[in-house]
């Protein structure tokens, strides 16, 4: 069972920034981030494998960077040019890949709340 505990949400201007982290309690092949904003489904926002993708949704590019410690374990997100639709419940999730893809998310962190206002 891998553990995932995110941190680094908050509440931003629009323009703004803020780091997001998250620690795996191990490796896996696959870590990256979704989010679910208030009335909406869960979406994809980055990912990076072991081969080192990062395939970015097409709302966040641009303007979000993901990166992996691994020494660390630990994944993060970086974004800037916040706007005030980038307002959401942020997950961290792990899971099982080969050859750059991601086949499945088996583990979840408890998530982050990022708010931007207007």
């Known amino acids: 069972q891998v553990q995932l505990v995110e941190s680094g949400g908050g509440s931003v201007q629009a323009g703004g920034s803020l780091r997001l982290s998250c620690a795996a309690s191990?490796?896996?092949?696959?870590m990256g981030w979704f989010r679910q904003g208030p009335g909406k489904e869960r979406e994809f926002v980055s990912r990076?494998?072991?081969?080192?993708?990062?395939p970015y949704a097409a709302s966040v590019k641009g303007r979000f960077t993901i990166s992996k410690d691994s020494a660390k374990n630990t994944l993060y997100l970086q974004m800037n040019s916040l706007k005030p639709e980038d307002t959401a419940m942020y997950y961290c999730?792990?899971?099982?890949?080969?050859?750059?893809?991601?086949?499945?998310?088996?583990?979840w962190g408890q998530g982050t709340q990022v708010t931007v206002s207007s």
């Open positions: 999730a792990a899971g099982f890949g080969r050859s750059g893809v991601c086949f499945t998310w088996t583990y």
């Open positions: 191990e490796s896996t092949y696959c």
């Open positions: 990076i494998a072991s081969d080192g993708s990062t």
